[in-house]
Protein backbone atom coordinates (compact mmCIF):
# COMPACT_ATOMS: atom_id res chain seq x y z
CA UNK A 1 0.00 0.00 0.00
CA UNK A 2 1.37 3.49 -0.76
CA UNK A 3 0.57 6.22 -0.03
CA UNK A 4 0.86 9.83 -1.45
CA UNK A 5 0.29 13.52 -0.82
CA UNK A 6 -1.33 15.45 -1.59
CA UNK A 7 -2.01 13.91 -4.82
CA UNK A 8 0.09 11.23 -5.69
CA UNK A 9 1.81 13.06 -8.83
CA UNK A 10 5.13 14.83 -9.22
CA UNK A 11 5.14 17.77 -9.95
CA UNK A 12 6.69 19.62 -12.32
CA UNK A 13 7.38 23.40 -12.35
CA UNK A 14 8.39 23.69 -16.07
CA UNK A 15 5.48 25.01 -18.14
CA UNK A 16 3.92 23.29 -21.04
CA UNK A 17 5.31 24.94 -24.67
CA UNK A 18 2.80 27.24 -26.22
CA UNK A 19 1.77 27.24 -28.86
CA UNK A 20 0.84 23.77 -29.92
CA UNK A 21 3.36 22.02 -31.80
CA UNK A 22 1.61 19.37 -34.92
CA UNK A 23 3.40 16.88 -32.23
CA UNK A 24 1.71 18.41 -29.40
CA UNK A 25 -1.57 18.71 -31.13
CA UNK A 26 -1.66 14.79 -32.11
CA UNK A 27 -0.64 14.24 -28.53
CA UNK A 28 -4.01 16.41 -27.93
CA UNK A 29 -6.00 13.97 -29.84
CA UNK A 30 -4.45 11.00 -28.29
CA UNK A 31 -4.81 12.20 -25.07
CA UNK A 32 -9.19 12.58 -25.41
CA UNK A 33 -8.76 8.58 -25.75
CA UNK A 34 -7.39 7.61 -22.66
CA UNK A 35 -10.35 7.33 -20.22
CA UNK A 36 -9.08 9.17 -17.54
CA UNK A 37 -11.11 9.04 -14.27
CA UNK A 38 -12.19 12.30 -13.21
CA UNK A 39 -9.91 12.24 -10.71
CA UNK A 40 -7.32 11.62 -12.99
CA UNK A 41 -8.48 14.52 -15.16
CA UNK A 42 -8.68 16.80 -12.02
CA UNK A 43 -5.41 15.88 -10.90
CA UNK A 44 -3.42 16.30 -14.42
CA UNK A 45 -5.60 20.26 -14.42
CA UNK A 46 -4.42 21.12 -10.97
CA UNK A 47 -0.77 19.92 -11.95
CA UNK A 48 -1.07 22.36 -14.68
CA UNK A 49 -2.81 25.55 -12.74
CA UNK A 50 0.19 25.27 -10.18
CA UNK A 51 2.83 25.17 -12.56
CA UNK A 52 1.32 28.09 -14.32
CA UNK A 53 0.35 30.32 -10.80
CA UNK A 54 -2.87 30.01 -11.58
CA UNK A 55 -4.18 28.67 -8.56
CA UNK A 56 -2.91 25.81 -5.74
CA UNK A 57 -5.36 23.03 -5.38
CA UNK A 58 -4.50 19.59 -4.28
CA UNK A 59 -6.60 16.38 -3.21
CA UNK A 60 -6.93 15.76 0.25
CA UNK A 61 -5.35 13.19 1.62
CA UNK A 62 -7.42 10.17 3.16
CA UNK A 63 -6.76 10.00 6.70
CA UNK A 64 -6.11 6.91 7.95
CA UNK A 65 -4.33 4.44 10.69
CA UNK A 66 -1.94 2.44 10.52
CA UNK A 67 -2.27 -0.75 12.23
CA UNK A 68 0.56 -3.54 10.80
CA UNK A 69 3.71 -2.97 9.00
CA UNK A 70 5.70 -5.39 7.41
CA UNK A 71 9.45 -5.23 6.45
CA UNK A 72 10.42 -7.04 3.96
CA UNK A 73 13.10 -5.05 3.19
CA UNK A 74 15.27 -2.60 5.09
CA UNK A 75 14.94 0.24 2.82
CA UNK A 76 10.96 -0.97 2.46
CA UNK A 77 7.99 -0.85 4.42
CA UNK A 78 4.67 -2.85 3.73
CA UNK A 79 1.02 -1.83 5.37
CA UNK A 80 -0.86 -4.74 5.68
CA UNK A 81 -3.47 -3.39 7.74
CA UNK A 82 -4.90 0.08 8.06
CA UNK A 83 -8.13 1.65 8.98
CA UNK A 84 -9.95 5.00 7.94
CA UNK A 85 -9.45 7.18 10.92
CA UNK A 86 -12.47 9.35 10.62
CA UNK A 87 -14.85 10.18 7.35
CA UNK A 88 -13.39 12.21 4.87
CA UNK A 89 -15.02 15.73 4.04
CA UNK A 90 -14.19 16.97 0.57
CA UNK A 91 -11.96 15.73 -2.32
CA UNK A 92 -10.11 19.25 -3.22
CA UNK A 93 -9.43 22.29 -1.70
CA UNK A 94 -7.15 25.35 -2.04
CA UNK A 95 -6.73 28.94 -3.57
CA UNK A 96 -7.41 30.47 -6.58
CA UNK A 97 -6.87 34.68 -7.14
CA UNK A 98 -7.54 35.25 -3.46
CA UNK A 99 -10.40 32.83 -2.92
CA UNK A 100 -10.86 29.52 -0.53
CA UNK A 101 -11.81 27.03 -3.17
CA UNK A 102 -13.24 23.61 -1.71
CA UNK A 103 -15.22 21.31 -3.89
CA UNK A 104 -16.56 17.34 -4.48
CA UNK A 105 -15.78 15.62 -7.34
CA UNK A 106 -18.50 12.98 -8.58
CA UNK A 107 -18.96 10.49 -11.23
CA UNK A 108 -22.08 8.84 -12.80
CA UNK A 109 -23.06 6.55 -15.41
CA UNK A 110 -26.60 7.63 -15.29
CA UNK A 111 -27.89 9.47 -18.20
CA UNK A 112 -30.51 11.11 -17.42
CA UNK A 113 -29.94 11.52 -13.57
CA UNK A 114 -27.58 12.17 -10.87
CA UNK A 115 -28.28 10.20 -7.90
CA UNK A 116 -28.11 12.18 -4.48
CA UNK A 117 -27.01 9.07 -2.52
CA UNK A 118 -23.37 10.01 -4.08
CA UNK A 119 -22.98 12.35 -1.27
CA UNK A 120 -23.19 11.86 2.44
CA UNK A 121 -24.60 14.23 5.01
CA UNK A 122 -20.21 14.74 6.43
CA UNK A 123 -19.60 16.07 3.10
CA UNK A 124 -22.43 18.94 2.54
CA UNK A 125 -21.98 19.70 6.21
CA UNK A 126 -18.75 20.89 5.44
CA UNK A 127 -19.32 22.16 2.46
CA UNK A 128 -22.41 24.79 3.90
CA UNK A 129 -19.48 25.81 6.74
CA UNK A 130 -17.01 26.38 3.87
CA UNK A 131 -19.60 28.14 2.11
CA UNK A 132 -20.46 30.39 5.17
CA UNK A 133 -17.49 31.43 5.77
CA UNK A 134 -17.12 32.86 1.96
CA UNK A 135 -15.15 30.08 0.42
CA UNK A 136 -16.23 28.93 -3.26
CA UNK A 137 -17.96 25.92 -2.76
CA UNK A 138 -19.20 23.53 -5.86
CA UNK A 139 -19.09 19.92 -6.92
CA UNK A 140 -17.72 18.54 -10.59
CA UNK A 141 -19.74 16.35 -12.04
CA UNK A 142 -18.88 13.81 -14.94
CA UNK A 143 -21.62 12.02 -17.00
CA UNK A 144 -19.51 9.08 -17.97
CA UNK A 145 -21.59 7.80 -20.85
CA UNK A 146 -22.60 11.32 -21.96
CA UNK A 147 -18.76 12.41 -21.39
CA UNK A 148 -20.00 15.70 -20.36
CA UNK A 149 -18.72 17.61 -17.16
CA UNK A 150 -20.35 20.43 -15.47
CA UNK A 151 -19.77 22.50 -12.53
CA UNK A 152 -22.45 22.81 -10.12
CA UNK A 153 -22.62 25.35 -7.16
CA UNK A 154 -22.67 23.80 -3.79
CA UNK A 155 -26.61 26.14 -3.12
CA UNK A 156 -28.03 23.43 -5.93
CA UNK A 157 -26.65 20.26 -4.33
CA UNK A 158 -27.96 21.95 -1.12
CA UNK A 159 -31.17 22.31 -2.41
CA UNK A 160 -31.84 18.94 -3.86
CA UNK A 161 -30.34 17.20 -0.79
CA UNK A 162 -32.41 18.85 1.68
CA UNK A 163 -35.89 18.35 -0.29
CA UNK A 164 -35.16 14.65 -0.06
CA UNK A 165 -35.70 14.88 3.58
CA UNK A 166 -39.08 16.09 2.96
CA UNK A 167 -39.95 13.08 0.48
CA UNK A 168 -38.67 14.83 -2.41
CA UNK A 169 -36.57 13.03 -4.66
CA UNK A 170 -33.96 10.87 -4.59
CA UNK A 171 -31.99 12.14 -7.12
CA UNK A 172 -31.56 15.17 -10.01
CA UNK A 173 -32.32 15.48 -13.29
CA UNK A 174 -30.05 16.42 -15.83
CA UNK A 175 -32.13 19.02 -17.44
CA UNK A 176 -31.66 20.65 -14.01
CA UNK A 177 -28.22 20.61 -13.65
CA UNK A 178 -28.09 21.73 -17.18
CA UNK A 179 -29.94 24.64 -15.59
CA UNK A 180 -28.08 25.52 -12.65
CA UNK A 181 -24.29 24.39 -13.89
CA UNK A 182 -21.54 25.95 -16.61
CA UNK A 183 -20.80 23.03 -18.65
CA UNK A 184 -16.70 22.37 -19.42
CA UNK A 185 -14.94 20.59 -21.69
CA UNK A 186 -12.57 18.71 -21.37
CA UNK A 187 -8.99 19.96 -23.13
CA UNK A 188 -5.43 18.93 -23.22
CA UNK A 189 -3.59 21.72 -21.29
CA UNK A 190 -5.40 21.81 -18.71
CA UNK A 191 -6.95 18.65 -18.93
CA UNK A 192 -10.42 20.12 -17.76
CA UNK A 193 -10.63 23.88 -17.67
CA UNK A 194 -12.74 24.26 -14.48
CA UNK A 195 -10.87 27.47 -12.90
CA UNK A 196 -12.65 29.04 -15.99
CA UNK A 197 -16.15 28.04 -14.63
CA UNK A 198 -15.05 29.03 -10.69
CA UNK A 199 -14.15 32.61 -12.43
CA UNK A 200 -17.64 32.44 -13.92
CA UNK A 201 -19.21 31.92 -10.59
CA UNK A 202 -17.08 34.50 -8.78
CA UNK A 203 -18.38 37.37 -11.24
CA UNK A 204 -22.23 35.89 -11.28
CA UNK A 205 -22.95 36.29 -7.73
CA UNK A 206 -23.52 32.66 -7.72
CA UNK A 207 -21.75 31.94 -4.54
CA UNK A 208 -21.55 33.13 -1.60
CA UNK A 209 -19.11 35.44 0.12
Not at 89 to 108: I, P
Not at 188 to 193: A, D, E, F, R, V
Request: hydrophobic share 30%; net charge positive; charged share 25%.
Amino acid sequence: MKINYPDGQVFNSKPSQSPLSESSAKKKMIFGDRGMTLEEEINESNKYYRSHDIAVIYKKPTPIQIVKVDYPKRSRAVIREAYFRHASTTDYNGVYNGYYVDFEAKETKNKNIFPLKNFHQHQIDHLKMCQKQGGICFVIIKYVELKRYFVTPADEIFLHWDAQKNDGAKSIQLKDIVNSSIEIKSDYNPTLPYINAVQQLIESGKEKK
